[in-house]
């Protein structure tokens, strides 16, 4: 499989993500997270080349489901999320694209 683009990485699977570098980090855009959050301990947040915070609002969705969020560039996110899931960990990625 291949796939250019942003990734959302679930416990149901792998999706292309409608996010670029620059969109805005709004609960919205990570719904398709919040509707499998019963499945997901930690979501690590690939926000391109650097670290870009999460915004308030959007942290604060997370937390209301029990998700703990971790933003880090693309490249920390995916070795972190490979990392934690060969752990057996409740993990899922959002991965915007570099």
């Given at each position: 499989?291949?796939?250019?683009?942003s990734?959302?990485?679930?416990?149901?699977?792998?999706?292309?993500?409608?996010?670029?570098?620059?969109?805005?980090?709004?609960?919205d855009?990570?719904q398709?997270?919040?509707?499998?959050?019963?499945q997901?301990?930690v979501?690590?947040?690939?926000?391109?080349?650097?670290?870009?915070?999460l915004?308030?609002?959007?942290k604060?969705?997370?937390?209301?489901?029990?998700i703990?969020?971790d933003p880090?560039s693309?490249?920390a996110?995916?070795?972190?999320?490979?990392?934690?899931l060969?752990e057996?960990?409740?993990?899922?990625?959002?991965?915007?694209a570099?």
């Amino acid at each position: 499989m291949s796939h250019r683009g942003s990734l959302l990485c679930l416990p149901s699977g792998i999706y292309g993500w409608d996010m670029l570098l620059g969109d805005a980090l709004t609960p919205d855009r990570f719904q398709k997270v919040l509707d499998e959050a019963a499945q997901i301990e930690v979501l690590l947040v690939g926000t391109g080349m650097e670290l870009r915070p999460l915004p308030a609002d959007l942290k604060a969705a997370l937390r209301a489901r029990q998700i703990s969020s971790d933003p880090m560039s693309t490249g920390a996110a995916v070795r972190t999320f490979n990392i934690m899931l060969s752990e057996s960990r409740a993990v899922a990625a959002a991965l915007i694209a570099v």
